[in-house]
């Protein structure tokens, strides 16, 4: 009976051990005593930034863009941020969930079922210039086929045009996950609807207005706007004007001079320097926000956490990194991620440090939550700064099918040989394809496609 009481102790002994192990040591090593200081680069980068609420900022129109007839597409935008900032002070006391967000919008939009007749008439408008390229001849035998005749349709439209005449495109700083973001997806569709229409009533120099007129927008888009999905929408609406653009001239449709002006136009977007570094600074932002934010289920976890240790291994291991890369030319981008994949590395933060595996382990109980979260927020940044370098090689790839038909006198060949038109990544002369009549370079991503045809397809 002894022996038995002894045993019960002892279970006891191992239990308390056990415990002491698992939760006390934990909670006492996160008392916030022991949180590290908040690293001051975060502190001087990562700033609010001054959202004019004005007409003149597309991104409140954009909000309420699909708004029924009856409602103002800027008063949308102006309450739904009013709601946002409303959320922040409401949220760790009654949290604002995706879901609840989504159905006080669709109450303010009005629109249950208004765009799906155009949307499955114009299947074309989905046609994504990174997979195809021949996206304005689908779009134009669509509009042959069926004329725009849809009052909604025509509306959109209307309001495509008066978004278009707007000076700025910032959102608001309260954007965090459980926030909806803009349409941005059905602007592309209306954007690319918008050309072929121009296209389709034969008037080139209306069409060349409409491109230009397209591309500034989404190109302001992409400077103004703070949050990585804007610049890489932007840059997805950019890509697939430039693919339109290359079906024209293609086709032989462009004369002398329009097609000397539309060079200039390239130009012009060829001296941007196409970074998203903003963008990764906005990221992090956002997760900062979320944790200094965060409702009372995640304040539970704070006896594992650390906030100012979370947020200096968010910014050291993904944002800086991030931030370094966006730097770097088409050349030197491409020399680094070569390096990575010879090291072996998983990915490319592991390749600069990262180890969520070591981060993550039980027997290491400081910031345990932190340490979590991060591996959960943190992605791959680089393929989308890739984006901006595909886009650059896609101006090269569009400005060297000007240059080859600006010399007929010389082969295909000769041209992309001398031409300074080259691949982005290596800086070597274009790829060309005889049978196909296609010049191109390898896309950072090979499910992607860069190139160009030369002749209209036969």
């Known amino acids: 009976m002894k022996t038995i009481k002894l045993t019960f102790k002892t279970i006891g002994i191992i239990f308390l051990i056990l415990f002491c192990g ?69 949220n760790s006391k009654k949290p604002i969930t995706y879901a609840k967000m989504v159905r006080f919008i669709d ?23 990174r ?11 669509q509009l042959s086929l069926y004329p725009v005749q849809d009052k909604r349709l025509q509306l959109l439209l209307k309001r495509y045009d008066e978004i278009m005449q707007k000076t700025r495109y910032v959102e608001t700083t309260e954007q965090r996950a459980e926030i909806p973001l803009p ?22 120099t209306e069409f060349l207005s409409q491109i230009k007129t397209n591309i500034d927008f989404w190109r302001m888009m992409f400077i103004d706007g703070k949050m990585l999905i804007s610049k890489l929408i932007a ?27 539309v060079a200039e136009d390239l130009s012009l977007l060829m001296n941007e320097k196409w970074s998203i570094a903003e963008a990764f ?44 890369l966006s730097q770097l030319s088409s050349t030197e981008f491409y020399k680094q991620m070569q390096a990575c994949k010879k090291q072996g590395a998983d990915s490319t933060l ?41 886009l650059k090689g896609l101006l090269n790839l569009v400005k060297l099918q ?13 041209v992309i040989k001398h031409s300074k038109y080259t691949n982005p990544y290596t800086e070597e002369p274009m790829l060309f394809n005889s049978e196909s009549e296609e010049i191109s370079f390898p896309c950072n991503q090979t499910k992607f496609q860069c190139k160009v045809r030369l002749t209209k397809r036969k």
């Open 22 to 90: 698992i939760v006390v040591i934990p909670v006492l090593v996160n008392l916030s005593i022991f949180d590290e200081t908040l690293n001051p680069e975060i502190t001087t980068t990562i700033q609010p930034w001054k959202v004019p609420e004005d007409e003149t900022n597309a991104y409140f129109y954009l909000t309420g863009f699909f708004a029924a007839e009856n409602v103002q597409p800027h008063e949308v935008g102006l309450t739904l941020t009013e709601r946002y900032r409303l959320n922040l002070e409401r």
């Open 107 to 129: 109450g303010l939009l009005d629109n249950k079922g208004l765009d799906e007749p155009w949307r499955n008439t114009y299947t074309s408008l989905s046609c994504d210039s």
């Open 131 to 141: 997979f195809e390229i021949a996206c304005l001849e689908k779009m134009d035998k």
């Open 183 to 204: 349409p941005l997806g059905g602007l592309m569709k209306l954007s690319r609807l918008k050309l072929a229409l121009a296209y389709h009533q034969n008037d080139r």
């Open 235 to 261: 840059i997805s609406a950019i890509r697939n004007h430039l693919q339109i653009l290359s079906e024209v001239i293609a086709k032989e449709e462009l004369s002398h001079v329009e097609q000397i002006q």
């Open 281 to 324: 600074v906005s990221e992090h932002r956002m997760i900062a926000s979320s944790i200094e934010n965060s409702d009372w289920k995640v304040q539970l976890s704070q006896f594992f956490w650390q906030k100012n240790a979370t947020q200096n291994n968010h910014y050291k291991y993904f944002t800086q990194v991030m931030l370094e």
């Open 350 to 390: 592991a390749c600069f440090g990262w180890d969520g595996e070591s981060f993550k382990h039980f027997l290491n109980p400081y910031n345990m939550y932190g340490n979590w979260l991060i591996g959960a927020v943190m992605f791959d940044g680089d393929k989308y700064i890739a984006r901006t370098h595909d």
């Open 402 to 414: 000007l240059e080859i038909k600006q010399y007929p006198q010389k082969t295909v060949e000769e």
